[in-house]
C-alpha cells in the first residue's frame, strides 16, 4: 500500500512525486493517459516521426527554478535532460509589413528596437536594468509557497515603481514605457502569451518579466521537445523507487472521518494512501470527486468564482521547410500581431465570445534548432492561437474556418508556407484540447485565468492557496496553484514543500548537497 497517491502525472505533480520519494516516501503516481506529462509531451500526431508538442514548447520560466537551477533532482545531472537556447530569440511581423527581430545579444537587439525608436531603445535597456533589481525577490515568491516568502508588494516596498507595475495592466505599462507602435505591439505580442488579456489589472508585471527572460535565455527548448522533462522525471520517481500507472483515471476521492485517505479508479479500483493524496486534477472537476460538506462554502464558492481563462487554438503542420517569414527570417519562435490597440481589443473580444481574426498569433518550429524532432530536413510547425469556448461547441465548419484564418495569417507573414510544403495538418479546437488532456479545463492551459483576482493568495481559492486542501490528507498542485500555469514547475515544488513538512520533513534537507 503506498504512503502517497498522486493524481495525474503532469511535470508539477512529478516534481512533487520525485521529491517525495527521494525522501524516502512509497509514491504512486495515476496518469489517465497513456503517456505521462500532461501539458509536457511530444507526440506523433498526424505524420509518423513527426514530433511535436502537443502543448508546451518553450521551458524558459522552469529555469530559474532550483529543480534545474541547482539539479535538486539530478534531472540534467543523471537523467539526461539538456536545453537548447535559440538565437534569435523571436521574429514578428507586423500590419504594415514591418517586423521585428529579437536577438540574445543585448546590443543587437537594441539596434532593431533603434530602427524604430531610439528612444525605444534607451528604454528597453533601462526595463531590463530595472527588472534585474527585482529578479531575487520575485523568483523567491513564485518558487515558494505562499506564505514562504514575503509578498511582492512586501518585498518590493522600498521600490515604489514597482508597486505601481505589479497593480498595472500590461497594456498600461507599455504604451507608458515605449513610444513607437511596433515595439510596443512586439511587447505586447510576449506578454500575451501567457493568454492573460493585456488589460487585465496585475498583468503589468509581463511587461517586464516575459521578454527579461527571452533577452537572458530565449524560449528555452529541451532538446527532443517537451516530452524530455517528463521523460527524465518519470526515470527519476523510478530511480527513487517510486511507481508511475498510466490509462488510470481517478474518479472519486475516499473519505473517512473527514480525511482523505485513498482514490478510486473509473474502474472500480480502490487504492489507499497511509499518508496523502496530491492532486493535479483540475479544481473545478476535483470538487464533484466528494460530497459538498466535505469542502464547506467558502472553499466551493471560490472554486465557483474561480476564473478558468481564455481556452487555446492550436494547429500542427509537418512540412519540408521551416516558415520564412518577411525579412528574410526563420525562427524558433516567430508570430504575427496586429497594433497595441488590436491586441489590448482582442482579448476583449475573447473573453466576450469572439475571435483573434489574425491579430495575434504564436508560430513554434522547433526543428530549426533541433533536428531529431522530424525526418531530415523537414520540420514541425506549431501554430498557436486563442479562441473562446463557446459552450463546448464547435463543429467542424467553425473548427476548418477558424483554422484556415490562422494559416492564412501565417501565409501573408512566412509566404513559402504554400500548400505544397505542407505535407499533413492536425487542428485542435478548445473542446479538442480538453479531450485531450482531462486537466485543461475549457480548452485553457494554463490552470487558470492569472489576474489580481484568481492570483497568489487567491489561487485556487482565497483560504487554500498553500496547497492544503479543506479535507484533511490531500493537497493540491499544478496549474490551478500559485504561481500558475506555463513550465515552471513551482507549483510541484513548492507542494512537496508543504507535504514534506506536514510530514516532518525540510526539502532542503532532503537534497542535501545538491548545489
Known amino acids: 500500500m503506498p504512503e502517497i497517491v498522486v493524481c495525474g502525472a503532469g511535470h508539477n505533480s512529478l516534481i512533487a512525486a520525485c521529491y517525495l520519494a527521494k525522501a524516502g516516501h512509497d509514491v504512486l503516481v495515476l496518469e489517465s493517459r497513456p503517456v505521462a506529462g500532461g501539458g509536457a509531451v511530444t507526440e506523433e500526431l498526424s505524420t509518423p516521426e513527426f514530433k511535436f508538442d502537443s502543448c508546451s514548447t518553450g521551458h524558459t520560466l522552469i529555469q530559474p527554478n532550483p529543480v534545474l537551477r541547482d539539479d535538486e533532482l539530478g534531472l540534467k545531472r543523471e537523467f539526461g535532460l539538456e536545453y537548447v537556447q535559440p538565437d534569435p530569440v523571436a521574429h514578428v511581423v507586423f500590419p504594415d509589413g514591418e517586423h521585428f527581430t529579437h536577438w540574445l545579444d543585448l546590443d543587437r537587439t537594441l539596434d532593431e528596437i533603434a530602427r524604430f525608436s531610439k528612444r525605444d531603445a534607451d528604454a528597453y535597456r533601462r526595463s531590463l536594468e530595472e527588472f534585474a533589481e527585482i529578479r531575487a525577490p520575485l523568483g523567491q515568491y513564485r518558487f515558494n509557497p505562499i506564505g514562504y516568502a514575503p509578498p511582492l508588494d512586501e518585498a518590493l516596498r522600498d521600490k515604489p515603481k514597482w508597486l505601481r507595475r505589479i497593480a498595472m495592466t500590461s497594456y498600461d505599462v507599455v504604451k507608458h514605457t515605449y513610444e513607437d507602435p511596433h515595439v510596443q505591439a512586439y511587447i505586447l505580442w510576449q506578454a500575451f502569451q501567457t493568454a492573460q488579456p493585456v488589460d487585465s489589472p496585475g498583468s503589468g508585471l509581463l ?284 507549483p510541484g515544488r513548492n507542494c512537496a514543500v508543504v507535504l514534506l513538512e506536514d510530514l516532518g520533513q525540510d526539502l532542503r534537507e532532503v537534497v542535501g548537497g545538491t548545489r
Open 207 to 490: 511587461a517586464y518579466s516575459i521578454v527579461a527572460g527571452r533577452q537572458s535565455s530565449s524560449w528555452t527548448l529541451p532538446r527532443g521537445g517537451s516530452g524530455e522533462l517528463a521523460r527524465a522525471l518519470v526515470d527519476c520517481l523510478h530511480a527513487n523507487g517510486g511507481e508511475l500507472r498510466c490509462n488510470v483515471r481517478v474518479a472519486e476521492l475516499v473519505l473517512e472521518n473527514g480525511r482523505c485517505t485513498g482514490v478510486v479508479t473509473d474502474g472500480g479500483e480502490r487504492i489507499e494512501a497511509t499518508r496523502a493524496v496530491v492532486s493535479t486534477i483540475h479544481v473545478k472537476k476535483l470538487v464533484d470527486m466528494a460530497p459538498d460538506e466535505a469542502w464547506g462554502d467558502d472553499f466551493l464558492y471560490g472554486i465557483d468564482t474561480y476564473d478558468a481563462g481564455i481556452s487555446t487554438f492550436a494547429q500542427y503542420y509537418a512540412t519540408t521547410e521551416a516558415p520564412r517569414f518577411v525579412g528574410d527570417e526563420t525562427a524558433v519562435s516567430a508570430g504575427v500581431v496586429g497594433w497595441p490597440e488590436d491586441v489590448l481589443q482582442a482579448g476583449r473580444d475573447l473573453r466576450a465570445g469572439g475571435f483573434l481574426d489574425g491579430r495575434w498569433l504564436l508560430v513554434a518550429t522547433p526543428t530549426i534548432v533541433d533536428p531529431s524532432r522530424a525526418p531530415e530536413g523537414q520540420h514541425t510547425v506549431k501554430l498557436l492561437g486563442m479562441a473562446p469556448w463557446n459552450g463546448g461547441d464547435w463543429h467542424d465548419e467553425l473548427k476548418a474556418g477558424v483554422a484556415a484564418q490562422n494559416l492564412a495569417a501565417l501565409r501573408r507573414a512566412a509566404p513559402n508556407m504554400t500548400d505544397d510544403v505542407i505535407l499533413s495538418e492536425y487542428v485542435k479546437s478548445p473542446v479538442d484540447v480538453e479531450q485531450h488532456n482531462e486537466h485543461m479545463w475549457h480548452g485553457t492551459i494554463h490552470g487558470g485565468d492569472r489576474s489580481w483576482t484568481n492570483d497568489g493568495p487567491r489561487r485556487p481559492a482565497p483560504g487554500w492557496a498553500q496547497h492544503r486542501m479543506p479535507i484533511a490528507g490531500l493537497y493540491q498542485t499544478g496549474a490551478t496553484t500559485h504561481p500558475g500555469g506555463s513550465i515552471t514547475g513551482a
